[in-house]
């Protein structure tokens, strides 16, 4: 297991501009997936990007993963008020046990 | 179709009282994990059922602290003698466990607190 480091962490940012997050980690992995927190409550999946995967889109979500540089990035286009959270990074080396960094703390103002 | 529930959603404690707190996953879900979650922090992994055994319990701080899921199905973490640096949010998550990683369903929390 290995923890993904979240950067930075935190952003503020005006409804409507792109927000870009990054995540790295330390060693090979098989998959990374980010995860969104509101208010401090359950996680939700966003989206899993495979090691042989460069790029993956999920309606306003786009994830890169740069596994020479053992990082990936979330950016979210067109952003709302609704996406003010905290989003996790969770590299899986293989094991099921995620160790999950301390986030990027997203706001988005109105 | 209900997701991952918990119960309570809070709880207020005594020092050193036990408290339990509840997790039902999804139908069917093999796996199921608990966290720890602190106020500005990631969850913080406490332990790994797979079916009804505990195949990975380094996450727990100490022996006050214990879980069980005697059925693969709903399961408990148990604590005992509970202390101030225990208030937290305790998250539970389940996945079907099929073999091949799978995401993470989540439920809201306990939020914890101890007095």
């Known amino acids: 297991s290995q923890q993904g480091e979240e950067d930075p962490q935190a952003l503020s940012i005006q409804e409507g501009e792109n927000a870009t997050m990054n995540c790295s980690y330390k060693?090979?992995?098989?998959?990374l997936q980010w995860y969104r927190q509101n208010s401090g409550r359950g996680l939700v999946h966003l989206i899993l990007?495979?090691?042989?995967?460069r790029e993956k889109h999920s309606g306003r979500l786009r994830v890169t993963l740069d596994t020479s540089k053992k990082s990936s990035s979330l950016l979210i286009t067109a952003s709302r008020a609704a996406d003010t959270a905290s989003y996790f990074c969770?590299?899986?080396?293989?094991?099921?046990?995620?160790?999950f960094g301390t986030g990027t703390r997203l706001k988005v103002l109105a | 179709g209900a997701g991952v529930s918990q119960t309570p959603s809070n709880k207020v404690t005594e020092k050193g009282k036990y408290v339990e707190l509840r997790c039902d996953p999804i139908?069917?879900?093999?796996?199921l994990y608990w966290y720890r979650q602190s106020l500005g922090q990631g969850p913080e992994f406490l332990i790994y059922?797979?079916?009804?055994?505990?195949?990975?319990d380094s996450g727990l701080p100490n022996d006050r602290f214990f879980a069980v899921r005697p059925e693969g199905s709903v399961s408990t973490l148990k604590i005992q003698r509970t202390e101030r640096g225990d208030s937290a949010v305790y998250l539970c998550?389940?996945?079907?466990?099929?073999?091949?990683?799978?995401?993470?369903?989540f439920g809201p929390g306990t939020r914890l607190t101890v007095l």
């Open positions: 139908s069917g879900h093999t796996a």
């Open positions: 059922f797979q079916g009804t055994g505990a195949a990975d």
């Open positions: 998550a389940s996945s079907p466990g099929t073999g091949i990683k799978d995401e993470q369903f």
């Open positions: 990007i495979r090691s042989n995967e």
């Open positions: 060693t090979s992995i098989n998959n």
């Open positions: 969770a590299p899986d080396s293989g094991t099921y046990k995620y160790i």
